[in-house]
């Protein structure tokens, strides 16, 4: 998708961007699981309520929408943008 969206001059940069923001997605998104998991601790037990689960669930659920309303403006396929560069 990335390749196709970028004129030839432009993919590799594209390629790295998306390198990059999946490593900072596969960095962040572990530590934000266990900081919400820490939250919701039944105590004594040490382990994580029902309702960290569920955080963690809606969480998921609003980026996703975020992220599928911000590619639905991207229009930036060869053939319906022309580039002017």
Same mark, same amino acid.
């Given at each position: 998708?990335?390749?196709? @969206?970028?004129?030839?001059?432009?993919?590799?940069?594209?390629? #790295?961007?998306?390198?990059?923001?999946? #490593?900072?997605?596969?960095?962040?998104?572990?530590?934000?699981? =266990? *900081?919400?998991?820490?939250?919701?601790?039944? @105590?004594? =037990?040490?382990?994580?309520?029902?309702?960290?689960f569920n955080v963690?669930?809606?969480?998921?659920?609003? *980026?996703? $929408?975020?992220? $599928? @309303?911000? *590619?639905?403006? $991207?229009?930036?396929?060869?053939?319906i943008v022309q580039?002017?560069?």
């Amino acid at each position: 998708m990335i390749s196709m @969206a970028l004129p030839s001059d432009f993919i590799a940069v594209g390629q #790295s961007v998306n390198n990059t923001l999946k #490593s900072v997605g596969n960095s962040v998104g572990p530590v934000v699981a =266990t *900081t919400i998991m820490a939250q919701y601790t039944v @105590a004594g =037990t040490g382990l994580p309520s029902g309702i960290a689960f569920n955080v963690m669930f809606l969480l998921s659920i609003i *980026t996703s $929408i975020l992220i $599928i @309303a911000i *590619t639905l403006f $991207i229009s930036n396929y060869r053939g319906i943008v022309q580039h002017t560069y």
